[in-house]
């Protein structure tokens, strides 16, 4: 999991609408422009994730200019990487279809979005049918991901347990060192070993056990968002009600995936303005004196129809698509916080010469970063001139204090900038005193 650079998989059998997913969520690039991303490999796209922006609450919209991503109103779109994983099929653990290439590939992701085919009109290998129940895929791709870790552990877990008693090291650091290949690290070990409580020493695990702490690893280091996708269909309301009920709604969201590629197609199109995760779009006759840049075209018969049929089977029923809110509950479970590094925490300026923008810098960092750690984030080389750090009202922060959504709005001082100024001052006062020599000289001038 790297600092504002979370990326987010996308999985799902064959047909159950991946690519409609992928599409629907990352068209908004073009729109939305630019990226810190530098290299996009084929398989990767760009996503935004919505959160508040602070320019609102301070009224400092119209100065509010973000680096990357966009501001609409208040409404701040970060820029996140998506990952198609493609390529599962029943037994991809054990080596089917592109096998270990789709599960390597998961080790790109820190969170995974599961689209699952709801309406039950196609099979596990997606082929058309009718009554397959989409529970069989839930169970199906957390299994095969389990077999995944559990077998290469299990390969090895003689020559681990030996390897653990002869250096005297503790489960963490055993297990840390078996799970780095998968983009793991002591901190998450630590996490859900802590959570999962476990008595008995390493040596003494038997598979039940080992199942057990794969599955708590599976939990922390793949938390998954099942994307109910093809809520549309007739025949999804009765999968729905039934997934619902087994795995809770926390992680489940209903998603027309095809209905918001429609939505945001027509919006490109300028046929409709659509307010993206909402249930809300304008159509030309409902604008008063829209300027030629807003001006919407007049949709034709059959566009508007399939528009009303979206409105009747998704956006009446669902109150949206659910792929914006797919995207928020995926960053959500990530404990990120989006921090504001700031220049002056009195203007909010970005510190960009000659110009008034506000908040230009929005990072995504891991829960529990303290103030020190996030300084060495975003100012790697200034780490040893670093000197203290404050917040809005000029509350200092401790080195030691965690980033939390009240102390988000960072200014942090380094003694090479109090340097700067003191340079910048020095000169200030010796242009003074110069402008003030040639003053004298010139009173010097007018005696003589
Ligand atoms: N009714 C309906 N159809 C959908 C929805 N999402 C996708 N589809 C359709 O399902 C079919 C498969 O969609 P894809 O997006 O290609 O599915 P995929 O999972 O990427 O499939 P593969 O490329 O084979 O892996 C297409 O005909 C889509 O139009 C949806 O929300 N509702």
Redesign the pocket.
Known sequence: MGVGNFVIGVV????????????SATDAVAKVGNYPFTTIKPNHGITYYQIDCPCKKYHKEEFCQPKYGKCVDGARFLPIEMLDV?GLVPGASEGEGLGNQFLDDLRGADVLIH?V?V?GTTDQN?KVTTGYDPINDIDWLHSEIHNWVYNNLKKKWVGIVRRHKALKCNAVETLTNQLCGYGTNAKLVGRFMDKLGLKEPLENWDDETLHKVVEAFLDERFPTIVAL?????PESGKNIEKICRKYGEERVVL?????ECFLRKLDKQKFIKYYEGTEFFDLAEDQVDPSPEEKLKTLDDKTRNRLEKVQDMVLFRYGNTGVVECIRKAVKCLNVIPVFPVKNVNNFSSGRFGTKAVFSDCLLVPGGTTVREFARIIHPELDKYYQYAETIGNIRLGEDDLITYDNNIICIKTSQVIQKKNDDKKKDNNNNNDSNNSKDKNKNNDNE
């Open positions: 799902g059998k064959p047909s159950a609408g991946k690519s409609s997913f992928l599409n493609a689209v085919d309406s997606g996708n093809k809520i549309d269909l998603t027309s995936a095809l209905a």
